[in-house]
């Protein structure tokens, strides 16, 4: 008793004083009944004017309620309520911090919170027992802190538009909870900690606070700052609370229960069950205290996990990838950014570094604009040694400068091509490339594009520049040019493809004709400057010797212009060409150090080395002293007839066409009249503007079309779609090079809302029609004829609307599967030659044969090739293995824009071939052509130097048989070498390529497969040929490769085989065009 006493005495002295429960009942019941009341009067409020507004919807009350308001509520009170309005919109403006003042006072009261709060950390030192009085010097402070805090609240009460939601917001609580027992305390001049713990929730606004006060910018910093303020917030307030109803002890016991714990030992709990480690020194013994740690337990297992693993990554990735790179004196790098992810940085690797073979001298810097995924740091780990990841993005100068983008090599910026907006993909690279170009003028940029009318801005950025290394690659122009170079020559588009993609050396082909395509994917397209002993031949002579002698395939040279100052690559040119010192040639060779033969030859010194192997560089004197010069080319100025003068019967050179051509449909040669007529470039074939309503075609005029061996192109889009850009696919169909009779008329199916906004870039090219429909109904494509067609090629979707990657081609898949259910009849008259039929096994048989149509499909994601496969019947496909690998690739029949991620590093290393792919493709276009295309003016032949030698002049690519056309009077063909020199010596026409049929030893007409062919890139010079092999040629446009003795529909015909055949045994035989007999004039179709 004595003991106590003089406790009691002491705590007078400090000026603490004992509290009772009555005194403590009475902070928490002037909280509670606070919140509890104002909560039941806006209740109230609330229920009493929305009667009142009920009662004024009421025919008859209005008037009445309108009287009885007018005298209670007179002039002046309006115009107390108008300011009243004012007033309200003065405060919201000061809450949210807009102005100067606001931000003050935002800042203070936060401030004033902390003060508080720091205060309660002061006071919780005492035993929660005890009440300060007036004499503590912090209680005089805390009760003018919570006076500022009434005015705010009232301030926020005021503004709020409901108050309900007001009175429940946290803020409010935590104001409700505090500030009444301030009075209370005043009254009683005792103050008790009680529930002053929850001003801690007010640590939530530090994120606010640290964005006014502009000490977080970056989007880390700022969630950064949001967790640490949740994770503090949390660990002080129930910290409190455990510190509250353990030193209180539970009510109903009346405190017997209650334990002596500081607030450190709280927050020493808190932490413990927070991180589930529980030591169990510290416990609670309440049963308050216990029932709030085992729901506290479940909510900071969510806390903990999630949180801290956030911000120690945060924490981390903010040092690490945000750190500037270091430049090394000597050491080269690139920087590479747009859409970097795990897919593209993948592929993006093998390429890049398929090019060194392992010798890695470039350091590759990506610029992302996000921190790494798990899975893409992995990956970076593997090649940390010449990789390096920086977090920023390319629009921002400080991200340009800590990459040290002016130094580099390059900057390399990835497109994503299965975005939902390829507008928003392409304008958003362009504006990199401002950006760039903006900090760094000189530095080179290559740039991925998906549509191509978007490449127009590039250059004409100021410091773009063609000549230093700057480059475009068009996704959407190589994309449509190669599927239709695949429409004129079956299987180039897979050829052309090959010569880009990398050799997986982990397949392991098992049947013969897997092997021998396999093998041909080692072939690549590179460059090298020829030796000076090749100087003054022609480039069949050096093409000759460089295929027979060193075993490569020379297939074009740089060409320089004398007649303007553009230069570039020209494919087989024609004897009249000879070559200058230091000529850049392309050849199709496995590695760059076999093409370095071309440059060691030495006619002096390698006469009498017959083993490629052996050519090696030489010590000739007469070469030592040999200057070299800028590539260029000499032509000497013949007439077109002197061209390939060689005298070879039955053959001869084609007759230039006249200005005008019969068409068998008489609407179409109407339509057509001038189609003849050239741009004035020299490249296409042009015709004047023509109307949308003249090439419509309907279902029920299917008699009036007669449309033959035509192109089909299914599309999918509608009025909303990004256009795909058809003038790319259209370009090379209309090349000059082509005679009028030798162009396939080019029927398109689709949505006519969509081919609409694609006619305005279509109208000026001849022989184009549109049918309204889709390839996923069977009337739509019998209305084109597609029984009669020579391609049908079924485009992806512009639009990928959907969530999942592999249904982007689902439209692409079942148009497919809806063509490839056709079956036609293979005795009807070929698509290639009116009249004439085919026939495999001779007329023995009793089985009426049918055929596919031909297709060519595109697909986006080159995963769901397996759909095609199953749609085609493939077998052999190797499992697991890439689209590249399936059966329908080699074959031809399938397609995907994938590979043109290899063309990033293509360009960076050697954008000559980069040149060469798009002459191939493009049908010639130039830069000239595009302007004239932008302008919609029709333009006629003109007569420039530029004209005559690209226009008209430029090879043809085409597929001869060996059993047709002039290959006839080659001898001997039993090999690629014999038939490469045969067509070289006496046509100039150049080889590159086969065209075999699938088992053709075992042919089995029965087999379910059919009769499929599938492409040879660049075969040995000893490579067996067989006799149903097809020859990919590039021909000079004044060669005919038929016969005179027969008549074709054009002078130069190409071969149209269809991949699948197969035999019915249920049909019978068309009678009314049988078989014919004569083995010259079969064609596989």
Not at 332 to 351: E, M, P, W, Y
Not at 353 to 378: D, N, Q
Request: charged share 20%; with cysteine.
């Amino acid at each position: 008793m004595f003991q106590i006493k003089l406790q009691n005495a002491n705590e007078q002295e400090l000026g603490k004083i004992s509290c009772t429960t009555e005194i403590q009942a009475a902070f928490i019941i002037s909280s509670l009944g606070t919140f509890l009341s104002g909560l039941l009067i806006l209740f109230l409020f609330r229920q009493i004017w929305r009667a009142m507004r009920n009662l004024h919807n009421i025919k008859g009350t209005g008037i009445l309620l309108k009287l009885i308001l007018s005298k209670i509520i007179g002039s002046k009170h309006l115009k107390s309520l108008q300011l009243h309005g004012e007033f309200r919109d003065h405060i919201e403006m000061l809450l949210s911090a807009q102005t100067f003042v606001g931000r003050v006072l935002v800042i203070l009261v936060f401030a004033l919170s902390i003060g508080s709060l720091i205060i309660y950390f002061i006071n919780s030192s005492d035993p929660v027992g005890s009440c300060s009085s007036y004499q503590d010097k912090t209680i005089p402070i805390d009760l003018t802190f919570n006076a500022f805090f009434s005015f705010y609240f009232g301030l926020r009460f005021l503004a709020a538009d409901d108050k309900i939601k007001f009175w429940l917001e946290m803020n409010s609580i935590v104001d409700i909870f505090t500030i009444p027992p301030t009075f209370i305390s005043y009254y009683l001049k005792s103050n008790w900690l009680g529930l002053r713990f929850l001003r801690a929730l007010r640590l939530l606004e530090l994120p606010q606070i640290l964005q006014i006060l502009r000490a977080i910018r970056t989007s880390n910093a700022v969630k950064f700052s949001k967790l640490l303020a949740i994770i503090l917030s949390t660990w002080f307030t129930a910290a409190g609370f455990i510190h509250l109803v353990e030193n209180s002890g539970d009510p109903w016991l009346k405190g017997r229960n209650s334990q002596n714990i500081s607030y450190f030992d709280s927050i020493y709990l808190v932490m413990a069950t927070m991180s589930t480690v529980g030591f169990g020194d510290v416990v609670a013994k309440t049963s308050l205290g216990r029932t709030f740690i085992i729901f506290f337990t479940l909510g900071s297992l969510i806390i903990f996990a999630n949180y801290i693993p956030e911000m120690v990554e945060l924490f981390g990735n903010k040092k690490k990838y945000t750190t500037s790179y270091d430049v090394l004196k000597g050491k080269k790098f690139i920087v590479v950014c747009g859409n970097i992810t795990v897919d593209s940085v993948t592929a993006f690797l093998r390429n890049f570094l398929r090019h060194k073979s392992g010798e890695i001298k470039t350091e590759i810097v990506f610029l992302g604009e996000a921190p790494p995924s798990l899975e893409l740091e992995s990956i970076l780990k593997c090649s940390m040694s010449y990789t390096t990841f920086v977090s920023g993005s390319a629009l921002k100068w400080e991200d340009l400068r800590r990459v040290a983008v002016e130094s580099a090599e390059a900057c390399l910026i990835i497109a994503n091509p299965l975005c939902s907006d390829s507008h928003a993909e392409d304008t958003s690279n362009i504006m990199k490339v401002l950006s760039i170009k903006n900090y760094s003028p000189h530095t080179r940029i290559i740039i991925q594009i998906l549509q191509s009318h978007n490449k127009d801005f590039l250059p004409k950025i100021p410091s773009w520049d063609w000549t230093a290394g700057d480059n475009i690659i068009c996704f959407a122009e190589l994309k449509l040019g190669l599927m239709a170079q695949g429409c004129l020559v079956p299987g180039l588009c897979t050829l052309l493809t090959s010569l880009f993609l990398e050799q997986n050396s982990k397949v392991n082909p098992k049947q013969p004709w897997q092997k021998i395509f396999v093998n041909g994917l080692k072939n690549k397209i590179l460059t090298q400057h020829l030796s000076d002993d090749f100087a003054g031949m022609t480039f069949p002579e050096v093409s000759r010797l460089c295929f027979v002698k060193l075993h490569l395939m020379l297939i074009a040279v740089q060409h320089e212009s004398m007649c303007s100052s553009s230069c570039g690559p020209v494919l087989n040119p024609p004897a009249q060409v000879k070559l200058h010192k230091n000529t850049l040639g392309f050849f199709i060779a496995e590695s760059a150090k076999t093409v370095k033969r071309a440059a060691f030859y030495c006619a002096t010194c390698h006469s009498d080395v017959h083993s490629p192997e052996l050519i090696g560089k030489c010590s000739c004197k007469s070469r030592s002293h040999r200057s070299f010069t800028e590539t260029t080319m000499v032509v000497k100025t013949s007439s077109v007839e002197e061209s390939h003068g060689i005298a070879v019967r039955d053959f001869s050179p084609v007759e230039q066409p006249s200005t005008t051509t019969n068409i068998s449909c008489a609407t179409r040669t109407f339509l057509y009249e001038d189609s003849d007529c050239l741009d004035s470039s020299g490249m296409f074939h042009w015709c004047k503007a023509t109307h949308l309503e003249k090439v419509i075609l309907r279902r029920t005029d299917k008699a009036k079309h007669e449309f033959r061996n035509h192109i089909v192109a299914c599309i999918f889009g509608d009025a909303h779609s990004t256009l795909m850009g058809l003038r790319n696919f259209v370009m090379p169909l209309r090349a000059s090079n082509y005679t009028q009779q030798e162009l396939k008329d080019i029927v398109f199916i689709g949505a006519l809302d969509y081919l609409q906004r694609e006619w305005r870039f279509l109208r000026n090219f001849p022989q184009i029609y549109i049918l309204p429909g889709s390839a996923l109904f069977a009337g739509d494509l019998h209305a084109v004829n597609i029984e009669e067609c020579a391609m049908c090629v079924v485009l992806s979707s512009p639009s990928t609307s959907s969530g999942s990657q592999t249904l982007v081609d689902t439209e692409t898949i079942m148009a497919t599967l809806n063509i490839g259910s056709l079956r036609i009849s293979s005795c009807a008259p070929s698509p290639s030659e009116p009249g004439k039929s085919n026939s495999l096994t001779g007329g023995g048989t009793e089985r009426s044969k049918y055929r596919r149509v031909p297709i060519l499909t595109e697909l986006k994601n080159p995963s769901n090739i397996h759909f095609i496969e199953q749609i085609g019947r493939m077998e052999g496909r190797l499992p697991g293995t890439s689209l590249h690998l399936s059966t329908s690739f080699s074959t031809g029949s399938v397609f995907s824009s994938s590979f043109l991620d290899s063309l990033l590093a293509s360009a960076f290393y050697n954008y000559h071939v980069l040149e060469l792919l798009q002459m191939l493709v493009r049908g010639g276009i130039s830069s000239q052509m595009e302007q004239l295309l932008d302008k919609d003016k029709f333009y006629g032949l003109t007569d420039s130097c530029n004209t005559f030698f690209s226009g008209r002049r430029r090879c043809k690519l085409g597929l001869l048989s060996l059993n047709q056309t002039m290959l006839l009077d080659i001898e001997p063909k039993k090999t690629f070498g014999q038939v490469f020199c045969g067509l070289l010596d006496n046509f100039g026409i150049l080889c590159f390529g086969l065209y075999r049929v699938i088992d053709n030893e075992k042919q089995n007409l029965e087999h379910k497969r059919g009769v499929c062919q599938f492409v040879i890139t660049r075969p040995s010079n000893e490579f067996k040929l067989l006799p149903s092999d097809l020859v990919y040629c590039a021909i000079p446009s004044n060669i005919s490769c038929n016969r005179k003795d027969k008549f074709y529909q054009s002078s130069f015909e190409f071969i149209n085989p269809a991949p699948q055949i197969s035999i019915t045994p249920e049909a019978s035989i068309d009678k009314n065009n049988p078989p014919t007999a004569d083995p010259l004039d079969q064609m596989t179709t």
